[in-house]
């Protein structure tokens, strides 16, 4: 039953479901439910009260493939690879923007939109000052497409949805967040709050992987104020 109602949910809080909760607690129970989540190629992991069942990364049962990922997030048949390269950078940055590896508080508890297509603004212009084929190489991210993409898209006022705009390419990539409960994305307030279920998976399981400490690198260094002297793209 608790592996059934996991997989469907993908976690389970004693807040919500007390019942399921306390019988996981029985040491017997927590070990045939992990053995049944290594059988699925997942894991599950009591994080601050919450059970949560964590596909591995090579999981394609429970987590998206690439074009899943692709087609729930940005639509099928509507966008390619280079909109996709984008949608992981937004995703990146408003991971930094909210976490770092120093601690597992806050760093803000909110953002407006405004300010977040700002960072995201920042961030692509300072990687266009480097190599851009040497920041690629070094950091294992499609800088070009990402450019590329971003210019393309139109600014506006925040309240056209046009796939050719910022705010609308932005938008679809916040509620897919949203309908994952990894964020709280207030549209008409132009809002953005990470949940608890995101702050949960961050400090339990992803701050202190190596992939978020290079990529939270990446991260500062694209926030430099300092000029970049030799190497500068196109």
Not at 35 to 47: G, Q, S, Y
Not at 123 to 151: G, M, R, T
Request: include cysteine.
């Amino acid at each position: 039953d608790i592996y059934a109602y996991l997989n469907e949910y993908r976690s389970l809080s004693r807040e919500k479901q007390s019942t399921l909760f306390d019988v996981y607690t029985d040491e017997e129970i927590q070990k045939l439910v992990k053995l049944i989540a290594e059988r699925f190629n997942t894991k599950v992991m009591l994080i601050n009260n919450t059970i949560y069942l964590i596909p591995n990364s090579d999981n394609k049962l429970l987590c998206y493939t690439k074009t899943e990922l692709k087609d729930a997030m940005l639509r099928p048949g509507t966008y390619n690879e280079v909109d996709f390269n984008l949608a992981n950078f937004i995703i990146g940055e408003l991971l930094t923007t909210f976490y770092n590896s120093k601690t597992e508080q806050l760093a803000m508890f909110q953002i407006s939109y405004s300010d977040f297509e700002n960072r995201v603004n920042t961030s692509i212009k300072k990687a266009q000052e480097y190599n851009v084929e040497e920041l690629e190489n070094e950091h294992n991210v499609p800088f070009i497409n990402i450019i590329k993409k971003w210019n393309t898209l139109k600014g506006s006022d925040g309240d056209t949805k046009a796939k050719e705009t910022r705010y609308g390419f932005m938008c679809k990539v916040l509620k897919f967040l949203d309908n994952e409960k990894l964020i709280e994305w207030f549209e008409d307030d132009k809002l953005i709050k990470p949940t608890k279920k995101l702050t949960d998976l961050v400090t339990g399981v992803i701050l202190y992987k190596p992939e978020f400490k290079k990529h939270e690198e990446l991260f500062i260094k694209l926030k430099s104020q300092e000029p970049v002297v030799a190497g500068k793209g196109e």
